[in-house]
């Protein structure tokens, strides 16, 4: 089905809205925030997001590690950062996962495809510049990632649009503290 419900402006230039698809937005209760207008492209979206939770998820295990292992060594100021950012990356994960399951979709938490869909990676260092480093890297493909969705989704999902839009936000603060510790 390609026939997007569209509000459109008529021939005397009107905006006008399409009162086909309100009717049947009306018809169709099964499936809660998804009216049929929404379009051919919601599993192509789930399926983004998906991607997008399991980054979230792998940049969460990463920061986590990161703050217990460098905690203590000789910079606990980056170490506090480090759980800041875990914690913002769980916030992130959650938000997705909801949005996920608006759209109809299932979350995917399954460990064993976590890495594989995950944009970013984790990471193993052991000294606290490989760390920055390597999370500077996982930010930078966040913020990267995020943008190319954003642009994807366009008009077609506002609302995922927006909750993207705040990550990505976020992602860009992230990328920003940590090439300030980079260079201090
Ligand atoms: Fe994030
Ligand atoms: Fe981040």
């Given at each position: 089905?390609?026939?997007?419900?569209?509000?459109?402006?008529?021939?005397?230039?009107?905006?006008?809205?399409?009162?086909?698809?309100?009717?049947?937005?009306?018809?169709?209760?099964?499936?809660?925030?998804?009216?049929?207008?929404?379009?051919?492209?919601?599993?192509?979206?789930?399926?983004?997001?998906?991607?997008?939770?399991?980054?979230?998820?792998?940049?969460?295990?990463?920061?986590?590690?990161?703050?217990?292992?460098?905690?203590?060594?000789?910079?606990?100021?980056?170490?506090?950062?480090?759980?800041?950012?875990?914690?913002?990356?769980?916030?992130?994960?959650?938000?997705?996962?909801?949005?996920?399951?608006?759209?109809?979709?299932?979350?995917?938490?399954?460990?064993?495809?976590?890495?594989?869909?995950?944009?970013?990676?984790?990471?193993?260092?052991?000294?606290?510049?490989?760390?920055?480093?390597?999370?500077?890297?996982?930010?930078?493909?966040?913020?990267e990632?995020y943008r190319q969705?954003i642009?994807?989704?366009?008009?077609?999902?506002?609302?995922?649009?927006?909750?993207?839009?705040?990550?990505?936000?976020?992602?860009?603060?992230?990328?920003?503290?940590?090439?300030?510790?980079?260079?201090?």
């Amino acid at each position: 089905m390609n026939d997007r419900a569209h509000p459109t402006s008529d021939s005397s230039g009107r905006l006008q809205l399409d009162q086909a698809a309100i009717d049947a937005a009306a018809k169709s209760i099964d499936d809660g925030a998804v009216t049929p207008g929404y379009g051919p492209w919601r599993d192509d979206v789930v399926k983004l997001l998906n991607d997008a939770l399991a980054t979230e998820l792998v940049c969460n295990l990463r920061y986590r590690r990161h703050y217990f292992t460098a905690k203590g060594v000789n910079s606990p100021a980056i170490a506090e950062e480090f759980l800041v950012h875990a914690n913002e990356e769980a916030a992130h994960a959650d938000k997705i996962a909801e949005r996920i399951v608006q759209l109809g979709g299932s979350p995917l938490f399954n460990p064993d495809q976590l890495l594989e869909r995950s944009h970013a990676q984790y990471d193993e260092s052991s000294d606290l510049q490989s760390m920055v480093r390597a999370n500077l890297v996982a930010e930078r493909i966040a913020v990267e990632t995020y943008r190319q969705m954003i642009v994807l989704i366009g008009d077609k999902d506002p609302t995922t649009r927006r909750m993207l839009e705040e990550v990505l936000a976020d992602e860009e603060e992230h990328a920003d503290e940590l090439s300030d510790w980079l260079t201090r």
